[in-house]
């Protein structure tokens, strides 16, 4: 904003200048405003052509303080407004380029093919988790809106350079919520030949979509009318259910959370049972459901269940209890 008012104020100095010597030209010598104008032009800019008329005295007196106090201010707007303009480029050259260096270096990261509603939910969510993550966005005005410490890509995420350049080879996952689903199956296309192993969420609107982003090589989708319709019928049909289920997925709560655990192989509590790991009794956490490594998910789990390797908890507790069973399993 401050750059924009000097901008402005240069130019009204270089306008007030050239109508100075144009209408001062005109008044003392009594030219038209064409011949005034490009006498003040040639003046200002020391160029050194020849009169355009003959001056009188008063209008050589008029040349005189044009020239002293006209050149002065032309050439100080120009050479400020220049470095203004310059500082700008290089500054934003120079910032891309650190952003790309960053980008470079990323590691398992997660890849946001859009930020609108939906994208900005995402990206405050995995902020929350500390995961790190790289934004795609075409949309010059939403990309400029972007803080300038967050990753981030203007670019179509339909195209596989600019993948390549969000570091598609080396992340961890894609989400694709891009306004269409025409351009969510480019996108989950163009990622999965660049990465096999990715894990890829994609958006759908219609019902058609679902299954073609499936074909295409999605994990996930999901559809946002289609749950938004099933949660408000929840909210009148089961009040109380939808309550509970908002009260442990809700961000920020310490008091209650549902979350994944993945058993790593060196994890002391591999091939016990649940009861033999304590989870419950010493920790107060809950066992939901074991997803096992080959897929299989067993829900509400006995206690006589024998953890594996590889196998992923879906727990609920409190979040600092939580983090003890992350540190027990090796996360």
Known sequence: MIKKQEIILLTALILGVISFGTFGYSLVEGWDLFDSFYMTVITLTTVGYMEVHALSKTGRAFTTVLILTGVGTMLYSLSVGAKILLE???????GRRKLSKKIEKLDNHYIVCGYGRMGR??????????APFVIIEKGPEVFSSLDKDVLSVQGDATQDIVLKEAGIEK?????????TDADNLYVVLSARGLNPKLRIVARASDEGAEQK???AGADNVVSPYFIGGLRIAHTILKP?????????????NIELQMEEVRVKGDSCIVDKTLDECGI?????????AIKRETGEMEFNPK?????????????????????????????
Do not use: P, W
């Open 88 to 94: 700008g480029e290089i500054r934003e050259i120079l």
């Open 121 to 130: 939910i995402i990206c405050r969510e995995l902020s929350q988790y500390n």
């Open 171 to 179: 992340a961890r996952g894609l989400i694709s919520v891009l306004s």
């Open 213 to 215: 982003l499936f074909r």
């Open 240 to 252: 109380a259910v939808v309550d509970f289920i908002e009260f442990a997925t809700k961000s920020g």
């Open 280 to 288: 419950r009794k010493d920790l107060g956490i809950i066992v939901v």
């Open 303 to 331: 206690s006589t269940s024998v953890i594996r390797k590889g196998d992923t908890l879906v727990a609920m507790g409190e979040t600092r209890h939580l983090k003890a069973l992350e540190e027990l399993v090796g996360v």
